[in-house]
């Protein structure tokens, strides 16, 4: 899948910017220490309003997904995996799974990597997940 346009205004531009640097950046409240995504302008936990954006890790663990088979625009070929990634820092991001040899093998619970990609209509660079590979022995 490659998006249609990247949103760098307001609350996301440093995300976004974080994105064409190949970093994944998140936002923080330092007033009651967690991490916000998507980004907001004040914090939904506390209130906060002093917010910063941070460095994350770029491993995490598909918590939810779903293989999409309608496209919702000339942009998005399909088929694709959609996936809520539960990164190993502590936050959640929803973003696209590269799996596109073989759908089947996304499950809840699969170990991913960041990667970048360009979107489709040429607006930035989007983050990306693939698939690490298994640690011990093989079905097979």
Same mark, same amino acid.
């Given at each position: 899948? *490659? +998006?249609? %346009?990247?949103?760098?205004?307001?609350?996301?531009?440093?995300?976004?910017?974080?994105?064409?640097?190949? %970093?994944?950046?998140?936002?923080?409240?330092g007033h009651c220490d967690?991490?916000?995504?998507?980004?907001?302008?004040?914090?939904?936990?506390? $209130?906060?309003? %002093?917010? *910063?954006w941070i460095p994350s890790?770029?491993? !995490? #663990?598909?918590?939810?997904?779903?293989?999409?088979?309608?496209?919702? !625009?000339?942009?998005?070929?399909?088929?694709?995996?959609? +996936?809520?990634? @539960?990164? @190993?820092?502590?936050?959640? =991001?929803l973003a696209n799974v590269? @799996?596109?040899?073989?759908?089947? #093998?996304? *499950?809840?619970?699969?170990?991913?990597? =960041?990667?970048? #990609? +360009? +979107?489709?209509?040429?607006? !930035?660079?989007?983050? $990306?997940?693939?698939?690490?590979?298994?640690? !011990?022995?093989?079905?097979?």
């Open positions: 899948m *490659t +998006a249609t %346009e990247t949103n760098t205004s307001d609350y996301a531009a440093p995300f976004w910017r974080g994105c064409e640097r190949g %970093e994944l950046l998140v936002q923080y409240c967690r991490r916000i995504s998507p980004p907001e302008p004040m914090c939904p936990h506390c $209130i906060g309003s %002093e917010l *910063t890790k770029h491993t !995490g #663990t598909v918590y939810s997904y779903s293989v999409v088979h309608r496209s919702p !625009g000339p942009n998005f070929p399909t088929p694709y995996v959609l +996936a809520v990634i @539960d990164m @190993d820092d502590g936050w959640s =991001l590269d @799996d596109r040899s073989d759908l089947g #093998t996304v *499950t809840c619970g699969s170990r991913v990597q =960041l990667s970048f #990609t +360009a +979107a489709g209509d040429g607006s !930035g660079i989007i983050p $990306i997940f693939r698939l690490q590979p298994k640690k !011990g022995c093989s079905s097979k």
